[in-house]
């Protein structure tokens, strides 16, 4: 709880020699500590942001740490997800992040939640928390995670990544902005690259998570000035830190004066998820597909089939298909792609593969429109690795 | 007039990677009509079909977002520093 009854909450003799370097700071000292051990955190996703920001704030001997995360740890998040360690690949990622943490500091509890978050069941979690971190990678789960702290007055603390980008705040506290005050609505599906399609620095969820966790220290210690109303941006490749204000939007529809959303909505729906699912199976259903094993019969009877792999060209340099042509989508999407694969197939047989089949279908449908017609390798490179090549890396 | 156009990561790719640019006009509007000018791709990032600025994508006059100010009628001064920021969601697994 913020603001304890501060009498009410003791500190152990091993506590008070853990906290020793909080005690003697006149900020925190053995009422803020005690502030902290009656405090409850609860960290949605404990991937690249949740990892660094759930061990300080245990190291810190935050009373309560509650985790959701119904993920396992893969090779690929080691790169970033520092709580989680190679003896832990192939296993839940909450009991990864359980384990680190009693190991960091058995004084916390830590509560999981090895569950999807969800609108039916956001609020029943979230309701027991002081105060809700966001360390979600994606569009539905931060309008989720923001509709739910405002539904029940809880403050939002937020961080985002992007490649060398990250942005950090706070919503919702002390009456400020929420997350929709600042974006009213997500981008539509696709538009923006995801972190698999983009790459992320790995060190860069470290320095927005563990801004996260000092934001949610402060609150707690109702220490210092928080960034509320403060758009935080960072920006790893300059090394340079900006703020912009940030408004309550009165017209906001979950925080403003009259709000319209009064009850958790469909997030996957307000994201256009379900229509860009729907646009994307008519695509696959009226294009033909092929099995890597397929591609490869055809490739070794030296058949007459141009390949086109649609990755961007560093994806190209760091894996291919032998014999393969780099056209990444976006010069599809932008015409000139289009005019040099309609040059190179001339009559021949067209197959277009990305990374797992996602980018190649988008790029067929744009083709088709064109008057080119090909097949979509199913899976993409990633099935070449599986059923062809098994010393290529998936990456 | 020329003004300062600081381009985020997200959107560098259209615009040759520059991170910032120095572009025309006296207003939001005219400002951004010369970076879509220049830099055509960028158009379906920034406006929805009916040519409104998207939602997802707010433009800042220095450190104020000109929904606070005067839209996209926004007027502006050598001085100024324009950024935009578009939303981004990464920040777990990723995979
Ligand atoms: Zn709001």
Redesign the pocket.
């Known amino acids: 709880m913020l603001n304890p009854d501060i009498e009410k909450i003791e500190l152990s003799k091993e506590e008070y020699e853990r906290y020793s370097r909080h005690l003697i700071l006149p900020e925190v000292g053995v009422e803020g500590q005690k502030k902290l051990k009656a405090a409850s955190i609860l960290c949605v996703g404990t991937g690249g942001l949740g990892a660094p920001l759930t061990m300080y704030l245990a190291a810190a001997g935050v009373g309560r740490i509650g985790l959701v995360d119904f993920d396992v740890v893969d090779a690929s998040n080691l790169q970033r997800q520092i709580i989680h360690g190679t003896s832990w690949i192939g296993k839940p990622k909450i009991d990864s992040a359980e384990h680190r943490l009693k190991d960091i500091n058995p004084y916390v509890e830590i509560v999981r939640y090895p569950v999807r978050l969800s609108s039916e069941n956001a609020l029943e979690i979230f309701k027991d928390y002081d105060i809700i971190i966001d360390g979600t990678d994606n569009f539905p789960t931060r309008y989720l995670v923001n509709d739910a702290c405002?539904l029940l007055d809880k403050p939002n603390v937020y961080g985002s990544i992007f490649r060398f980008d990250g942005q950090a705040t706070v919503f919702?506290y002390e009456d400020g902005?929420?997350?929709?005050?600042l974006y009213p609505e997500p981008p539509p599906p696709g538009l923006v690259p995801s972190c698999s399609e983009g790459g992320v620095l790995g060190i860069l969820p470290g320095i927005i998570g563990v801004i996260q966790a000092t934001e949610a220290v402060k609150i707690i210690l109702g220490a210092g000035r928080t960034l509320k109303g403060r758009l935080l941006l960072y920006d790893a490749l300059n090394m340079s830190f900006r703020e912009l204000k940030l408004r309550?939007?009165p017209e906001?529809?979950?925080?403003?004066t009259h709000p319209t959303v009064t009850s958790l909505i469909d997030y996957e729906e307000f994201c256009g998820i379900p229509q860009a699912k729907a646009e994307e199976e008519a695509a696959k259903a009226t294009m033909g597909e092929i099995t890597a094993t397929e591609l490869k019969q055809l490739l070794d009877q030296k058949a007459d089939v141009v390949v086109i792999d649609v990755r961007n060209p560093d994806e190209f340099a760091t894996t291919r298909i032998p014999g393969t042509t780099l056209v990444p989508l976006p010069t599809i999407e932008q015409g000139e792609g289009i005019e040099k694969i309609r040059s190179l197939v001339n009559g021949s047989d067209l197959v277009v593969h990305c990374r797992s089949g996602m980018r190649s279908a988008k790029a067929l449908g744009i083709l088709q429109t064109a008057g080119i017609t090909g097949k979509n390798l199913k899976g993409g490179i990633h099935a070449w690795a599986d059923e062809v090549d098994p010393s290529m890396p998936k990456v | 007039m020329t003004v300062k156009v600081l381009i985020p990561g997200p959107l560098r790719r259209y615009t040759a990677n520059l991170e910032s640019l120095e572009l025309e006009g006296s207003s939001i509007s005219e400002i951004l009509a010369d970076l879509t000018g220049r830099y055509g791709d960028l158009k379906k990032h920034l406006y929805n079909e009916d040519g409104k600025l998207r939602n997802f994508v707010n433009v800042y006059v220095n450190d104020e977002d000109i929904r606070d100010l005067n839209q996209q009628e926004t007027s502006v001064q050598a001085s100024d520093v324009i950024s935009i920021v578009p939303s981004i969601a990464g920040g777990s697994s990723c995979a």
């Open positions: 405002v919702h902005p929420c997350y929709r005050c309550k939007n906001c529809p979950v925080c403003g």
